[in-house]
């Protein structure tokens, strides 16, 4: 149950329902984890057509929280495993929530401090 709009874009391939049934179950699953998501477009990259070797897929995601645009997704040609469209979705989606959470913990003030951070609150405090 989709609690949240979601777009999905395909560049340089059709659109597939099979890549499009594992955005929209993972784009469920965020949403039953995360709260606040106001929007969410998932763009769904092929490698170009000229390359026959080692061609891997960019999956970007921007979600829209409340004052926010998080974004998460990485250019191709880092990671081989992204060869393949779903391996490349999961680690996309599992960016977003990284991202999701750390969004969350802040607001809330959940954020932890360093050793280094709590010293200069201490110097500046004292003086």
Do not use: W
């Not at 998460?72 to 990284?98: C, L, W």
């Not at 951070?117 to 110097?123: Q, T, W, Y």
């Amino acid at each position: 149950m989709m609690l949240f709009p979601l777009k999905i874009d395909f560049q340089n391939m059709e659109a597939s329902e099979f890549v499009t049934a594992k955005v929209r179950q993972r784009a469920d699953k965020l949403a039953q984890i995360r709260e606040g998501i106001m929007g969410c477009h998932v763009t769904v990259q092929a490698p170009h057509r000229h390359h026959h070797r080692g061609n891997v897929y960019c999956i970007r995601i921007v979600a829209q929280v409340a004052g926010r645009t998080l974004v998460a997704g990485r250019e191709s040609g880092h990671d081989p495993a992204h060869t393949d469209v779903y391996v490349a979705i999961r680690d996309a989606f599992n960016a977003i929530e990284r991202r999701l959470m750390t969004y969350t913990n802040r607001r809330r003030g959940d954020v932890k401090r360093h050793a280094d951070d709590e010293s200069a609150l201490m110097r500046a405090s004292a003086e």
